[in-house]
């Protein structure tokens, strides 16, 4: 017998008015979830970069900067004229990108001390008045950092630079903003003096071979003041010197100069690093036996395959443990050398107090150093004359300060790697030449926290292989088309 029963529920009106109540619930609790999943990611912020470069990731020297600016707190502005224009609007995108990257960092590594904001000079304009009055500001589009030990203002337009090798515009900001950050949280700056008067590699040269330009600009986007050093204008190295740099000199420096040096490594705690290339006579064997050197006139040959580099020049891969090789040795990273001279210890000198010696790089045991290259017309090893390898070709001295005994003993870093090519323009773009020199660099600098990030490789690509790879590859390259050459003829064969 079928139910009569009434349900107040079923009538139409009622069902209704139940289901509007029953959606607006249901959206109320999209509304909740939607909250407190955005609460949720606000706290706890995790995101992937899955592009093969991490072009939207810090890099990890980056990263490792900001770790150390603990319990900093630092304000950053940027200001915006007219950002509606189309130059304008892309160029704060791009701040703006950058700038939640470094607040992402910075809550990463438990910090909450970098606040930024953006401000339209022109829509407000009491705020704009004073920034003008606070930072001394002439133009609208800026960025201006603000710590409670300084402050530093930079140019939009300083984050974009022309490659002079494909003359494409690429932005560096990372790097811009970093330094300004480095600026405002630690005003005392390193000071990098480079030689010069001797026909030494310049700073300001763009020249491939023989020219350093982006060294220095590594270092200045890393808060170091790069400067001269004319030693014949001094009667002294400058006591602002945390590091000097001899980069290839063409001609003996005066014995006098080789005085100052030795002066500022022996009294001053001095760090010194020092490039040479073979058959070039630089007069600084006093000053390299002070500190248990040697560094013969002659070049380092290596024939083996797995040893040339297809461009030309060597390739360098027999690292000793050192701070300043641990991330070359982990990342298995090759450097890259045109023409290389010995650089070993002084057997004369087998132990100086205090002074502690390690070879940093060598090459390989088909390698020898060749001391009659200027005779031979085909250079080969003569046992009876030449030096079998490995042949080491980079080494450091360091002589820790202190007191022992009642004596103050003097500190000092000595570098010494027999070529300059590797910190040249064309050759500190490939990553384990770059890593070395700036390992080099951050150490005799002491700012060890920093040896064991690998810096970002730069964005360029370029694939350096020896003979022996080149082979390798041409092998499988060519594999492919005969098996495909292979299969046809048996598949006409078989049509036969």
């Known amino acids: 017998m079928a139910s009569n029963r009434y349900h107040r529920f079923d009538e ?232 000097v740099v001899i980069a290839s000199p063409q001609a003996e420096l005066r014995s006098a100069d080789v005085e100052k040096l030795r002066k500022y490594m022996e009294n001053g705690n001095g760090s010194m690093f020092v490039l040479l290339e073979p058959f070039r006579v630089h007069n600084l064997d006093a000053l390299l036996y002070d500190w248990g050197i040697l560094c013969d006139n002659g070049v380092v040959l290596d024939p083996g395959p797995d040893y040339q580099a297809s461009s030309g020049g060597l390739i360098l891969r027999r690292y000793a443990e050192h701070p300043v090789t641990a991330s070359l040795i982990e990342g298995r990273l090759n450097v890259f050398s045109t023409q290389l001279r010995p650089v070993r210890f002084d057997p004369g000198v087998p132990r100086i107090a205090g002074v502690q010696r390690s070879v940093l790089m060598a090459t390989s045991e088909t390698s020898w150093l060749e001391l009659n290259a200027r005779t031979e017309s085909v250079p080969k090893l003569d046992p009876n004359v030449d030096v079998p390898g490995p042949i080491p070709v980079a080494a450091v001295s360091e002589r820790k300060g202190g007191q022992q005994l009642g004596l103050n003993l003097k500190g000092g870093r000595l570098v010494v790697v027999g070529d300059a090519s590797i910190a040249s323009n064309a050759l500190i773009r490939l990553h384990g030449n770059r890593t070395f020199v700036a390992n080099v660099l951050n150490w005799m600098l002491q700012r060890d926290q920093l040896l064991s990030i690998a810096p970002t490789a730069l964005d360029s690509y370029r694939l350096t292989l020896s003979q022996k790879d080149l082979r390798v590859l041409l092998f499988y390259l060519m594999l492919i088309p005969l098996l495909v050459a292979l299969v046809g003829l048996l598949v006409r064969l078989i049509h036969r």
């Not at 189309?86 to 470094?102: A, I, P, Q």
């Not at 800026?142 to 932005?171: C, M, P, W």
């Not at 060294?215 to 014949?232: K, Q, S």
């Open 12 to 243: 139409f009106r009622i069902a209704r008015r139940v289901g509007a109540l029953n959606r607006v619930v249901q959206g109320l609790l999209w509304v909740t979830l939607i909250i407190g999943l955005n609460l949720l990611a606000f706290q706890l912020a995790v995101r992937w970069d899955l592009t093969p470069e991490r072009r939207h990731t810090l890099s990890p020297e980056t990263q490792a900067y900001l770790s150390a600016m603990t319990g900093k707190q630092i304000r950053v502005i940027v200001t915006a004229a007219e950002p509606g224009k189309e130059g304008n609007r892309n160029e704060l995108r791009d701040v703006k990108t950058l700038m939640s990257r470094f607040e992402h960092a910075f809550r990463q590594t438990g910090e909450d001390g970098f606040k930024w904001e953006v401000v339209d000079v022109f829509r407000q304009r009491d705020r704009a008045a004073e920034l003008i009055r606070d930072f001394a500001l002439d133009q609208g589009n800026a960025i201006l950092f603000e710590s409670e030990q300084g402050r530093r203002v930079l140019n939009i337009d300083d984050l974009y630079r022309k490659d002079k090798e494909s003359g494409k515009t690429i932005f560096v900001g990372e790097q811009m903003v970093l330094s300004a950050l480095l600026e405002v949280t630690d005003p005392s700056s390193k000071v990098v003096y480079f030689t010069v008067g001797q026909g030494e590699m310049q700073l300001g040269d763009v020249d491939p071979l023989r020219g350093l330009s982006e060294l220095g600009h590594y270092l200045t986007a890393r808060n170091v003041f790069v400067r001269e050093l004319d030693l014949t204008r001094f009667d002294e190295v400058p006591g602002d010197a945390d590091l």
